[in-house]
């Protein structure tokens, strides 16, 4: 029982070019996610996010098992209908925000988490058992194996404790996984930067069967270099013909490095959380809306882009929204950065068909260092 | 030179079913005004806001002279392009605002008023005078007269002296409006709750030759019987051939009544600003998304709404947004509200055309007292 599939498409080196079909539909890859952590895309229409051409959305396990709980979803009828979202959906474990937002929390092998609610301190309880069955009870398409996202910096010795439990843990989550028709679980390879961990982890998940991996303990602050490194010793440890899912990550130059070294999968808060800040991200870098220099600014945000905020708008118009904390502001923003990140997507997508990654990008690279003030006002 | 058209297509008693034509396209009347205050209808797109039914647009004098200021506007093309609005737009005078916000304020009849920005505290000044070349600026179709909100409750003596000010300087403002094709200056009839004063303030501004009626100084705290029985001495004292807008107003069931005594435009921030809140208008009256008896309510908000609020997320999911404070939950509400008021609107002009007022209202008011908990879960 399967119907979860993966099928490359064409590849430009290690890039490739995928599709994968799901119960709810199929996405193309690379893909970016949006970001739906509690069941929506801040300050986003569903339709308008479909429209910016985002296929695949994630929602979060520890978001949402507090609020409004995993059993209210199942329902309610599932994430899909809950949130209006009749495409594939990706949850994410929780452990990375275990380990990010809860307080007093205690890890234990066999309990998994222990925890207090950032919400209201409500105690709880997360192992890779319960993890499964809350993404079961969401409906999720896409399930993440519940793990321990290995702070950074960690000693190899640190790196290797944290690493294989959450290898042992993967094992219990295929275990109590309930396979169903169009559904995956997706295994996390941990390590830190240690490639030899790496190695270990991703040896062991091979082991395990899954539908796809996740790269996590990634884009924590070591660094972009560091982060490419230790891709290039993973990736080529992964089986080819399963979707990479590189969590977490990132901004676009990461994104375009990731895809490169053969990552099929992506998803980051960074596009609607800097779009709700007034940061942009265009063809020439970022763009702070807020600066004054935008006061009198009538040109577009980006001139080559397709979306609301850049067709209908003045920068001005922007900078006074942002200025006046209108609600617009933060809506234009994040639904320029969709398009924004969807369009480098597409552009990659395409750039791998004609196998032509690396001529497209030097082109994002030149575009990008340009920078946008001496864009010709 | 006029253009400004105000055309009667039917009357049912004292109601009138009418099309205001202006420089920037038609308006079907009774018509209610998306708010526009600082050149934005808070949490939504315009596309959005046309597409529930609004034709014409509000902006303020007051909030858009402090912020990006009428020249910056101006320069920016007019509101029109400025803020993606092709169609009608009305400025507020800003008097209102002035008494509502400014700080220290001090009025004065040749200066007008002289006050701090609630923004940081400059100095401004706002004659009748001024208000007329903001609102030129601005390129608003419909300027209104600057006049003083007289404060409730006055006495006769008191709102004798500032409606007897407001009339001295609608003639100003006469004066100081340039004449264009298709544009209009609307006068501001005051005179508190005190019949004699709203006649001798219709009379003066019957002279002047305007294009239009403001009814100001009414829903601000008198009540809606007050409301109603001023209107009921008022409207029949205004030229029949012009518009008459009732400022600020109101709740539903206000509108209901106005129409049904003659108003023909309508604004107010209630649907907006009950929508940022999870206070929602629905035909069984109003709905606060916020209480807890709506955490596993399936039921749309309003199962005759068209709205996607109403169409594609139940009561749960919008109960969700609003505890987590997510942004879509406004959006939603808003988009609801807004929705509701042009429905009710669309309503009260297909009544009027049927000759058939009497009997929406008594519908109306049979469907809103029925209640929203005992709609059947």
Redesign the interface.
């Given at each position: 029982m399967t119907g979860f599939a993966f099928d490359i498409l064409s590849t430009d080196k290690a890039a490739r070019r995928g599709r994968v079909t799901t119960a709810h539909g199929t996405f193309e890859t690379p893909a970016f996610m949006a970001t739906a952590t509690?069941?929506?895309?801040?300050?986003?229409?569903?339709?308008a996010v479909r429209a910016a051409g985002a296929e695949l959305a994630i929602a979060n396990t520890y978001h949402l098992m507090l609020?409004?709980t995993a059993e209210?979803v199942a329902?309610?009828g599932g994430l899909h209908a809950?949130?209006?979202w009749p495409g594939p959906i990706v949850t994410d474990s929780g452990g990375f925000q275990v380990m990010s937002l809860a307080k007093l929390r205690v890890i234990d092998e066999r309990k998994g988490a222990v925890f207090r609610s950032h919400l209201d301190g409500s105690l709880h309880e997360l192992s890779p058992e319960r993890s499964m069955q809350i993404q079961h009870l969401l409906d999720s398409d896409i399930a993440m194996c519940f793990d321990e996202c290995t702070p950074h910096p960690a000693t190899p010795e640190q790196a290797a404790v944290s690493m294989r439990m959450s290898m042992r843990w993967a094992e219990r989550c295929k275990t109590a996984f309930k396979p169903r028709e169009g559904y995956a679980l997706f295994g996390i390879n941990q390590g830190s930067t240690y490639p030899h961990l790496r190695l270990e982890s991703a040896a062991a998940l091979a082991a395990l069967e899954l539908d796809g991996y996740g790269i996590g303990g990634l884009a924590v602050g070591e660094g972009q270099e560091v982060m490419f490194a230790t891709l290039d010793e993973t990736v080529p440890a992964l089986k080819a013909s399963i979707p990479r899912y590189l969590m977490g990550v990132g901004r676009p130059d990461d994104i375009v490095g990731a895809v490169r070294r053969g990552v099929d999968m992506f998803d980051c808060v960074m596009p609607t959380r800097s779009g709700r800040t007034g940061q942009a991200f265009t063809r020439r870098g970022t763009v702070n809306i807020r600066n004054a220099r935008h006061?009198?600014d009538?040109r577009a945000l980006d001139s080559e882009c397709g979306c609301?905020a850049c067709t209908?708008?003045?920068r001005?118009?922007l900078h006074?929204?942002f200025?006046?904390e209108?609600?617009?502001g933060?809506?234009l923003l994040t639904a320029h950065n969709m398009q924004y990140y969807q369009d480098l997507m597409r552009g990659l997508r395409g750039a791998i068909e004609q196998g032509k990654l690396d001529d497209f990008a030097a082109a994002f690279h030149e575009a990008q260092g340009r920078g946008d003030v001496e864009a010709g006002i």
């Open positions: 509690a069941a929506t895309v801040k300050g986003m229409l569903p339709d609020r409004p209210r329902r309610l809950f949130m209006d006061l009198d009538r609301l209908r708008y003045s001005a118009y006074h929204l200025r006046g209108e609600m617009l933060p809506m």
